[in-house]
């Protein structure tokens, strides 16, 4: 049994907690989750003495800490490769670029359209910031399935690797704030949204008792 415990805050809200929690599902590890609710006044304090950064997540295993969503999916990757990346080279350091594109930017979409499972705000707060970085995302997707996705739902097929998994808060956002996306990009949103251990998540969201009123007002 591994010893593994998985920092997180809110499940509805917590973009980079999602990513973090999907590389541990990836992984199939035996990890306990530490979560505390992002909007209450000892947070901040909660979370400086978890993690590193301040941040979620942060992933202690085996007396390691690892407190950055791609960081943690790459050291669970080292363990078994097969289960986060394509076994082709090429397919594999396009997996690794997109992933890194998507954990470094797309600040103005993160900015105007936060995560909220739980809520759904169609049209709203389309920014031209945003539908920029939608734009460039939808490129990444199509390019992707067609030079590597035949066989399956996925960007790369049919596994549910780690480049869907750094996606896969962008389709939150996405089912949320509904904003204009090509047939194919929809298809590709659908596919990950149904994916079961989305569904385990969005299920433990609905079921939180917490709520951060930032997150539930889309006109601010």
Not at 135 to 158: C, D, H, M, V
Not at 170 to 183: E, G, I, N, Q, Y
Not at 191 to 212: G, K
């Amino acid at each position: 049994m591994t010893d593994a415990t998985l920092i997180l805050g809110n499940k509805a809200y917590s973009s980079w907690s999602l990513r973090g929690w999907l590389m541990c599902k990836i992984a199939s590890l035996d990890f306990a989750e530490a979560i505390h609710d992002m909007g209450a006044d000892d947070w901040k304090a909660w979370v400086a003495k978890r993690s590193p950064s301040g941040k979620v997540p942060c992933l202690l295993m085996d007396g390691a800490t690892i407190w950055e969503s791609l960081a943690i999916g790459e050291h669970l990757a080292e363990r078994n490769p097969a289960a986060f990346y394509p076994a082709d080279p090429i397919a594999r350091a396009h997996a690794r670029a997109i992933a890194s594109e998507m954990h470094a930017g797309f600040a103005e979409l993160r900015k105007a359209m936060w995560m909220n499972v739980r809520r759904r705000f169609p049209g709203k707060r389309r920014t031209e910031g945003a539908l920029a970085d939608i734009a460039r995302i939808e490129k990444i997707w199509s390019e992707t399935r067609q030079r590597f996705g035949a066989g399956g739902p996925y960007l790369f097929g049919a596994q549910f690797g780690l480049a869907d998994a750094m996606y896969a808060p962008v389709v939150a956002r996405f089912h949320t704030w509904a904003p204009d996306l090509s047939a194919a990009s929809r298809s590709y949103a659908d596919a990950v949204w149904q994916h079961p251990f989305m569904r385990e998540w969005i299920a433990a969201a609905e079921a939180e008792s917490w709520v951060v009123a930032r997150y539930e007002d889309p006109d601010i």
